[in-house]
């Protein structure tokens, strides 16, 4: 089922989905509130050593860190702001907790979204005919380390790889500056003898980041299939506090947009799209199937003579 279609068969839904889809540089404020989470967070932290105190702290900083992330995200797309200046550089100012590249992750994720669950997909982890053991393997391996080897690995090197020269140049003027403010931050804490302050306030929290980028990571596509609109995403709603940190991107079905998932639930339901409650469900769900699931073996994308080796599993 392709979305263009069912919105040219449908004025009023292609008008709705507009609507929700145009530009609202208002919505960016958020990164301030992010902001000032992340300073009362570490305020709590600094005035505390109780860990009743220090874990939820970390959390919160954590989801803070993979919010940024999200909003580095919404740049790629070119969703903050019409300048492009604008766009670019607030874009990779949020990408420098989560050390991520504007223009390599453009690099890895517009190719990504060209050929979603094809062969072509740069994301891709898995294809047709691995054998279930290696598959199981990867995917606990992805569950452990799928954050870390995306971020210093993947979008670094794969996407240097693959893009242009311009992003390329783009790509190493960025890095450079993201790992000269890393270098700095780990100076000025250790010349003033405050390293806790590194590991409390950003070094912690990022492993927090890393395991929501696991969990959405490997709840995005993994046992979707390509060739459909309607089933090589899937949704998981989750509950607010994680909507909030993943800036509804755990809506991935449909545009990030919740709105837009009850304005298509007639056809998601047609489709029998993945949609899941949670991301424990889910991983329960995958554990139990494994990345080579039942669930891909019965949809037409398989069976398409395009896609002799279809993708069975995908890193975001």
């Known amino acids: 089922m392709n979305l263009a279609d069912v919105l040219k068969a449908s004025p009023e ?20 509130l992010l902001l000032g989470m ?3 967070a570490g ?24 919010s940024f992330a999200i909003f580095l995200h919404e740049s790629v797309h070119g969703l903050l702001f019409k300048n492009a200046f604008l766009n670019r550089w607030v874009g990779f100012l949020c990408g420098v907790p989560a050390l991520i590249a504007v223009a390599g992750y453009r690099a890895i994720h517009l190719p990504h979204h060209a050929h979603t669950r094809t062969p072509e997909d740069p994301d891709e982890m898995l294809v047709e005919g691995t054998p279930p053991w290696l598959a199981r393997i990867g995917l606990y391996l992805w569950l452990i380390g799928g954050g870390p080897y995306y971020i210093f690995l993947h979008v670094p090197f794969k996407g240097f790889m693959i893009t242009d020269s311009k992003t390329r140049r783009e790509m190493v003027v960025e890095y450079t500056l993201i790992y000269a403010v890393l270098a700095g931050v780990i ?3 250790y010349s003033t003898g405050r390293m806790d302050l590194f ?12 395991v ?11 046992m979707c299939v390509a060739d459909d609109d309607f089933t090589d995403s899937r949704t998981v709603t989750s509950n607010r506090a994680i909507s909030f940190a993943m800036n509804n991107l755990n809506y991935h079905l449909g545009y990030n947009l919740k709105r837009f998932h009850a304005i298509m ?26 990345p080579l ?24």
Do not use: C
Not at 16 to 27: I, N
Not at 46 to 57: K, M, Y
Not at 212 to 222: D, K, Q, S, Y
Not at 269 to 288: D, M, P, Q
């Open 13 to 32: 839904k292609r008008d709705q989905l507009r609507e929700l889809t145009a530009l609202k540089p208002l919505w960016n404020l958020k990164i301030l």
């Open 38 to 40: 992340w300073i009362l």
């Open 43 to 66: 305020w709590a932290i600094v005035s505390s050593d109780l860990l009743v105190v220090r874990i939820p702290a970390w959390i919160v900083i954590g989801m803070v860190i993979h």
């Open 187 to 189: 100076y000025a804490a």
């Open 199 to 210: 590991f409390n306030l950003w070094l912690i929290p990022a492993g927090v980041a890393l």
């Open 212 to 222: 929501l980028v696991n969990l959405r990571g490997a709840a995005e596509h993994i």
């Open 265 to 290: 639930r007639d056809e998601y339901a047609a489709a029998n799209s993945h949609i899941r409650k949670s991301y424990v469900s889910f991983i329960v769900e995958l554990i139990i199937k494994g």
């Open 293 to 316: 699931g039942e669930e891909t073996w019965h949809r037409r994308g398989l069976a398409d003579s395009n896609y002799k080796r279809a993708p069975l599993g995908s890193t975001t």
